[in-house]
Structure formats: C-alpha cells, structure tokens
C-alpha cells in the first residue's frame, strides 16, 4: 500500500530533481469527478479549476533552471519561490506584481540565506510571510529565520486563511511546524 500525503488540484514544481519528483504522492482533490491533479513545470499562464497560475523563469545564481510562480485564488495572490537562491530581479517583480502571500526558502545552504530572504521579502513587500527550508538538517534555525526577517510570528501546525485574515497593516510571519 502506497502512503498517500495530501491532495491537490493543482501543484506547482519550480525545478527538477529528486527532491522534487514524488508527485504521485498527492491524490486529486476531486476524484469522484474524474479530475487529476494539475502539474505545472514551466514559465506561462495556466488556468485551472479556478485557480490561476503564472509561472516565471528564475534561473538559479548558478544558471540552473528554476521557475518561480504566482498563483492566485479565492481572491489572494501567492507567490511561491521554490528553492531561489538569489534577490529577485525587476522583471521577476514586475511579473509577479502584487503578493498577498510569500512562500520563500530561508535556511542557506542551496536556497536563499535568512538575511537574503529578509532582503527578497523587502522587495515584494507581501502582507504574510511563510518561510521553507528552515530549522531541519543543514539548514539555518527557525530562529535566526524570524530575528533576520524581524516581523510578529505565529507558529502553528497548520494554515488556512482568508483574504479578510490577510493583515491589514503590519506584515506578519507564520512557522508551520510539522
């Protein structure tokens, strides 16, 4: 029997690699219809079951292929960074526009250092912050994350939020622990 860990309409892979290749790990959100999880690998606009997608070439430091992406639903914009290394251009802002939501790598080794993750948040200016790649392995601790980044926190085991619980003013950062 295969572990299944989540469901998905739609899943967005930034980059090739072993680390990134277990997409059958996620079952549709909505089998009964007939529906399949959605994979988006490439630069471009998709749209899908509601949920709308732009994909945006950002090549690592080292030229690596590597797609960043804003995905926007329910009335919010998410952007996902994947696994950058590097501050974004003005092109990748530009195309990205507005970001309710950041997903960002914070922990260095390979991915975006705490303190150029603070420097990334600084140029998009999103209204929640939610760093990956942190307090695991060889990756930096969660808190030096939260005193480079240098915002409220909230820890919590799960997400769901609603563009009313957006913050209002202050940009606010949420942990998720597993």
Known sequence: MKLKSGVASVIVQTHEGKDTENLSAF????????KKVFVVKHAGEYEVQGVFVIGVDAPKK???PHTIYRIDVEGMRTGFLGTLDRELTTKEIDAL???DILILPAGGNGV???????AVIGQV???????????????????VAKREIG???????????????LPEEDMRMALLSM
Request: overall charge negative; aromatic content about 4%.
């Open 97 to 99: 526009g507005t970001i």
């Open 62 to 64: 080292d030229g690596t």
């Open 112 to 118: 975006l250092s705490p303190q150029g993750a603070a």
């Open 125 to 143: 200016e999103p209204r929640l912050v939610i760093p990956s790649y942190v307090g695991t392995g060889a990756y930096a601790s969660v808190e």
């Open 151 to 165: 915002c409220p926190t909230d820890e919590m085991p799960k997400l769901k939020v609603t563009r009313a619980q």
């Open 27 to 34: 079952e549709p959100e909505h089998p009964e219809e007939g």
